[in-house]
Nanobody, 115 residues
Framework: QVQLVESGGGRVQPGGSLRLSCVAS????????MNWYRQAPGKEREFVAR???????NYVDSVKGRFTISRDNVKKTVFLQMNSLKFEDTAVYYC?????????WGQGTQVTVSS
């Protein structure tokens, strides 16, 4: 079955950096686009970044120039490098994949930006 496991979250000061990882299993990772979403307290889950099977990327405007999504098909892992973090980046971050018309989510990893 499809499984996604995120890691790498934590607490960081404004301006700091974190790198999130999402390890996938249960499907042919190299063939599928992967996405990162986030959900802040009291808000709806929002799209953050996407990487296609052939490494095309796109980002929500609020993270452009600060976040970078990448993938390692050998390790079946998608990464989210987050630089210049802001208070408003505080959220639970989730990776997801759409596989055979179903959406699969990981359990999420908490990112807290505070001074």
């Amino acid at each position: 079955q499809v499984q996604l496991v995120e890691s790498g979250g934590g607490r960081v000061q404004p301006g700091g950096s974190l790198r999130l990882s999402c390890v996938a299993s249960g499907f042919i990772f190299s063939l599928y686009a992967m996405n990162w979403y986030r959900q802040a307290p009291g808000k709806e889950r929002e799209f953050v970044a996407r990487i296609t099977h052939d490494d095309a990327t796109n980002y929500v405007d609020s993270v452009k120039g600060r976040f970078t999504i990448s993938r390692d098909n050998v390790k079946k892992t998608v990464f989210l490098q987050m630089n210049s973090l802001k208070f408003e980046d505080t959220a639970v971050y989730y990776c997801n994949v759409i596989w055979r018309s179903s959406v699969f989510w990981g359990q999420g990893t908490q990112v807290t930006v505070s001074s």
